[in-house]
Nanobody, 114 residues
Framework: QVQFVESGGGLVQTGGSLRLSCAASISTFRIIRMGWYRQAPGKQRELVADITTGGSTNYADSVKGRFTISRDNAKNTVYLQMNSLKPEDTAVYYC????????WGQGTQVTVSS
């Protein structure tokens, strides 16, 4: 069983920045891929960005150039740096990881005001 604890969400104005953190209960070397998903009200959950143990990254087109995913294996933590935030980025953001099975965090709310 793997647990993720997310933090860093909050309320920010358009154009602002936030950094989300996801702390894993096991070594992130054991987690093949970690990522961030988001779900806005009335919409499906969607992939925002993910990163492999080797450091390869993947981003949704809507966040390319604005968001950066990174991982600190020494701290068993994955980060999502979000810059130039827009109202359409408002959602609950979930940390996700694959280590034999898929695991989810509890989510953290990000609200971008216009």
């Amino acid at each position: 069983q793997v647990q993720f604890v997310e933090s860093g969400g909050g309320l920010v104005q358009t154009g602002g920045s936030l950094r989300l953190s996801c702390a894993a209960s096991i070594s992130t070397f054991r987690i093949i891929r970690m990522g961030w998903y988001r779900q806005a009200p009335g919409k499906q959950r969607e992939l925002v960005a993910d990163i492999t143990t080797g450091g390869s990254t993947n981003y949704a087109d809507s966040v390319k150039g604005r968001f950066t995913i990174s991982r600190d294996n020494a701290k068993n933590t994955v980060y999502l740096q979000m810059n130039s935030l827009k109202p359409e980025d408002t959602a609950v953001y979930y940390c996700n990881g694959i280590a034999q099975s898929m695991y989810w965090g509890q989510g953290t709310q990000v609200t971008v005001s216009s």
